[in-house]
Every structure is written in structure tokens, then in C-alpha cells.
């Protein structure tokens, strides 16, 4: 099986721009998470979805929003960019239908603000 | 005070040595995972447990429940398994992550 892809790997963005991060699960998996990694916070959850329903939320802005497609393809949208935003964001998908067994992660997007 | 905190921040081995890394968690969960990261940022996810104790090669992980706390250890360790490990709790609505340990192995 085709592990978690995400897409781009590596992204510049400017101050003020938006920016749009996919992510594909693993196949049959319906659970798709993201999560932001910085040097100064570490690891943060950002929000799961589930059969395309958002179905819990981390405590970040709403310029932060994602969706989830009928594939269980994955997207999450930044908008106004702030230089706070650069960081490691990355997915992780599962095969349970309770939230938050075994997760299998992407490689992640490196997104750098400028 | 961080709802999980590793120990200890960082770690030096020597190749062979035994390794032991302590994840300590306040609140209530439902599972307790064990968390790999290379540098590049991968993640692999190495034990999901919510008692007793798991074994895969020559890694072995821990919990107490009562006590809240849980322990990853590496036998015989390797320079291959220079890493950082991060904890991470599951609570009925998200994933609560320590801030790692970053392990060195040397030859």
C-alpha cells in the first residue's frame, strides 16, 4: 500500500498571501489530521476530519481551514499569511472510525513565510 | 506545566548502550504513542499502547496507567536510531504532544 503523500514538500510564500497544502491518505483510510511543527511550540494538533465532516479542531486562528474530499483526499488553506506561519505542517491519516489510533504520518510540507 | 513532559531533553549513547526515555502525562487518555522523527522531518509511528507492555525488535514500550507515565526503551542501540522521540496522548477529541527527546547514538 501507498503510504501518505502530501503535496508540494517545500513551499515560499510572502506575508499577506494564501496558501493551499493537500494531503492523501493512505487508501481506506477516512480519518486525515494535520498538525504544525514549530522549534518554539513543537507539535500542535490542528484538526481532524472524517468522512469529510470536520470532526475535532486544535485551538488555532480561523485563517486555518481544511476540508476533505469524498476520496478521503485532504486539503488545508492558510489565508494572510503570517511570518508565524512557517513551519512543518504535517498529515497523518487512520483507519479507525473512534479518533486518534495508530496514526500514519506524511513527510510533511515545509512552508517558510517571507 | 506541559500536559506531557519528556525526559530528558536530550540524550548521548555510546553504540550498544541501553536507552531508556520517560514520558510523564496529566490528563485523562485513551492511548498513549510512541512517536519517531528523522531529521527531515518524517514521523514513523513506532507503538500505540494503553497498558501493560509492547515489544518490537529491540524497541519496548511501557505504561502505567495509575501512575501516568510511560517509558520507551532501545536495546542495544545503534547510530541508526539517532532520532528524535516524541510522545503523544490521545484525548477523546485530539493528540497532545511532548516536546521530544533527541537521541545521539555514536559509533
Known amino acids: 500500500k501507498a503510504g501518505v503523500t502530501q503535496t508540494p514538500r517545500y513551499l515560499i510564500k510572502t506575508r499577506g498571501q494564501q496558501v493551499t497544502l493537500s494531503c492523501s491518505p493512505i487508501s481506506g483510510h477516512r480519518s486525515v489530521s494535520w498538525y504544525q511543527q514549530t522549534p518554539g511550540q513543537g507539535l500542535q494538533f490542528l484538526f481532524e476530519y472524517f468522512s469529510e465532516t470536520q470532526r475535532n479542531k486544535g485551538n488555532f486562528p480561523g485563517r486555518f481551514s481544511g476540508r476533505q474530499f469524498s476520496n478521503s483526499r485532504s486539503e488545508m488553506n492558510v489565508s494572510t499569511l503570517e511570518l508565524g506561519d512557517s513551519a512543518l505542517y504535517l498529515c497523518a491519516s487512520s483507519s479507525a472510525v473512534s479518533s486518534y489510533n495508530e496514526q500514519f504520518f506524511g513527510p510533511g510540507t515545509r512552508l517558510t513565510v517571507l | 506545566k506541559n500536559e506531557v513532559e519528556q525526559s530528558p531533553q536530550n540524550l548521548t549513547a555510546q553504540e550498544g548502550e541501553f536507552i531508556t526515555i520517560n514520558c510523564s502525562y496529566s490528563?485523562?487518555?485513551?492511548?498513549l504513542h510512541w512517536l519517531q522523527q528523522h531529521p527531515g522531518g518524517g514521523i514513523v509511528s513506532l507503538f500505540m499502547l494503553s497498558s501493560g507492555k509492547k515489544k518490537h525488535g529491540r524497541l519496548i514500550a511501557t505504561i502505567n496507567i495509575q501512575e501516568k507515565h510511560s517509558s520507551l526503551h532501545i536495546t542495544a542501540s545503534h547510530p541508526r536510531d539517532s532520532a528524535v522521540y516524541i510522545c503523544?496522548?490521545?484525548?477523546?477529541?485530539?493528540?497532545?504532544f511532548g516536546t521530544g527527546t533527541r537521541l545521539q547514538v555514536f559509533p
Open positions: 503523544a496522548v490521545s484525548r477523546t477529541d485530539k493528540l497532545i
Open positions: 490528563v485523562g487518555i485513551s492511548a
